[in-house]
């Protein structure tokens, strides 16, 4: 009876090592699989961003200059709140949680910049920002072309 | 000392009795074979209860093995779509791009697409989770297992760029554009298709068949399970509940229509009957037809409607367009405005001339009369433009007005109007020197 009861003991000692183990492994890997995640979502807004009509320096019938915002229309959509003004309906689902920030750097601009979309998660405890340079086309009083960069920040 | 023998039985571990020697000496005779009878059916006990507690044990494990598994590929599914879902907005991302996707490891899984009520949802056929999206216009057929997928990138513009539409065509699929085109003024549309088809990457060329008339359909060889698509650029080749032509009874076939009458632009698509008759399919409405909102210039709309799996998905897709148009359509009434306050500004650093001349063209009532201010300006070039001066935010208030009611051909033949008096109106702003709102 003693030797059933050591060996069903260490059986379960060795059963409960396993499970220990597996919880952790696993917990650890969800957690990378998060942060994965939280990288990959951040990317795929800012890619988003990037060519989004509202924003983009059109010419017509030609494609749109690549990664350049119409100063005048991202001034205004700032001014007026337009993502914010539609976020239930339509911009969480393409932005989600997240923070998009327009910064100027040449000419030296506004050291805020121009904050479009703003939704930080509630009670969200990782953000993950990503960076991209862009051309800021102004069209106002001449055409002219500044310098800067967008920072998507993502909440999980 | 006490005799081993006279050790009471039930104090000692069953395991151990059976392995306890008593001597024969002092045991009578008539016994000792009881003990050791008992003894071998206890240890043939313990051996069945060892091997079903083994069993259970066993069973236990391979069954949480097997739980696993199954997590395992409904998890590599979910991942798997999660993959295309990126794969697919960094595609949608790059303009007027095809891009070639592998999907040989999924070769024996069913990809599906279905759009209902706005929201698309995507997936692989009885694996993991579907992903569903509001925003992004995917244009796919319904079902399909391929080991290649071709993704292409199109803008949608209604004038200006509203978002990137998004095309699936499975590797191997054939397109059998049928008719001519001419009598539905597609003849363009025709050939820009099958110029835009060709590609130097044979991985990113669409396989297109062009036939002249019925007679050609029939006589074209088809493999069984082969997945095609007719598209009728005349409107009337294929009728409904007519007779599909008996090689096409084995393959996955389905049938887009483009019909135009006037201003109105329609589709209709058809599938393979029960009783083997193109039957006419009336998801989207029992009796209206499908409109195409689309400038003539642009045909992304059109290309959309070939991609389609069916009447519902097209529209669906549509409809996200739509939403989007009205957004869009808000920004560039900002932009407008201020567009026109600038020039009601004093002290401009544009001659004066050039000023007035273009608070004119953007301020002055549309529905008017006008009296052309500047010699600069000539007023035939308005009339053949279809522009009158000052119909910028006109035009962008009768988009948006028109956005919602266009669910009826009518409707939506007026969307396409206000949109084409934009196109021109903007286009013309430069030739003025002033600035304009999206052309350039």
């Known amino acids: ?156 | 000392m006490t005799p081993k023998s006279i050790v009471p039985t039930a104090i000692i571990p069953r395991a151990i009795v059976s392995k306890v020697i008593i001597p024969t000496a002092i045991v009578p005779k008539n016994r000792a074979p009881r003990i050791n009878s008992k003894g071998q059916i206890e240890i043939a006990f313990n051996w069945i209860y060892i091997l079903i507690a083994g069993a259970v044990i066993l069973l236990f494990f391979v069954g949480i093995v097997v739980k696993q598994k199954t997590v395992s590929e409904q998890n590599l599914a979910t991942e798997v779509v999660r993959l295309l879902d990126s794969i697919f907005i960094a595609a949608s991302s790059a303009d007027q791009s095809k891009i070639f996707l592998d999907t040989q490891g999924l070769k024996d899984y069913t990809l599906y697409f279905n759009c209902e009520g706005g929201v698309s949802e995507y997936g692989i056929k009885g694996q993991g989770l579907p992903l569903q999206n509001e925003i992004d216009p995917v244009f796919a057929p319904l079902e399909f297992n391929t080991r290649g997928l071709i993704l292409w990138s199109l803008p949608y513009k209604f004038p200006y760029k509203v978002i990137d539409f998004l095309f699936l065509s499975p590797q191997g699929m054939k397109y059998l554009l049928l008719g001519s085109g001419v009598s539905n003024s597609l003849d363009d549309f025709k050939h820009n298709f099958i110029s835009a088809a060709e590609d130097l990457n044979p991985n990113l060329r669409l396989e297109v068949v062009e036939l002249n008339s019925v007679s050609d359909l029939n006589d074209l060889a088809v493999n069984s399970n082969e997945l095609l698509r007719i598209v009728d650029f005349d409107g009337d080749i294929i009728i409904e509940n007519s007779p599909i032509p008996s090689q096409f009874l084995n393959s996955e076939v389905s049938v887009v229509q483009f019909k135009t009458d006037g201003q109105n632009k329609a589709v209709y698509y058809y599938k393979k009957g029960k009783n083997g008759n193109w039957e006419r399919l009336k998801n989207f409405d029992p009796v209206k037809p499908v409109p195409i909102v689309s400038l003539d210039e642009e045909d992304t709309a059109k290309y959309a409607a070939i991609f389609s799996g069916n009447d519902e998905t097209y529209w669906c897709n549509m409809q996200k367009a739509l939403v989007r148009l009205g957004l869009v359509n808000k920004v560039y009434s900002l932009k407008t405005e201020q567009i026109i306050n600038y020039y009601e500004q004093d002290n401009l650093l544009e001659p004066a001339k050039i000023v007035n001349q273009c608070r004119f063209l953007l301020n002055a009532q549309g529905d008017q009369e006008v009296n052309v201010p500047s010699n600069n300006i000539n007023s035939n070039n308005f009339n053949q433009n279809n522009f009158l001066p000052g119909n910028l935010n006109k035009d962008l208030g009768s988009i948006a007005g028109s956005i919602s009611g266009c669910t009826e051909l009518k409707q939506c033949a007026d969307l396409i109007m206000a949109a084409r008096r934009l196109n021109s109106a903007d286009q013309l702003l430069p030739d003025y020197s002033c600035k304009n709102l999206f052309s350039s």
Request: include cysteine; charged fraction near 20%.
């Open chain 1, 1 to 156: 009876m003693t030797e059933t009861i050591a060996v069903l003991f260490i059986f379960f000692i060795l059963v409960v090592f396993g499970i220990v183990f597996y919880a952790r492994y696993h917990k650890i890997s969800s957690q990378e699989k998060q942060d994965q995640d939280l990288v990959q979502k951040a990317i795929d807004i800012t890619t988003k961003v990037l060519v989004l009509p509202e924003l983009e320096c059109s010419q017509g019938q030609s494609e749109a200059q690549k990664y350049c915002l119409d100063l005048t229309k991202l001034r205004l959509i700032e001014e007026k709140g337009l993502f914010q003004q539609h976020l239930e309906e339509y911009y969480f689902n393409l932005f989600s949680y997240s923070t998009i920030t327009v910064y100027q750097t040449y000419p030296l601009g506004d050291p805020d910049g121009w904050t479009i979309y703003n939704f930080p998660k509630p009670g969200g405890k990782n953000k993950e920002p990503t960076f991209f340079i862009v051309s800021l086309r102004d069209d106002f009083p001449k055409r002219s072309y500044n310098y800067g960069y967008i920072k998507v920040e993502v909440y999980s």
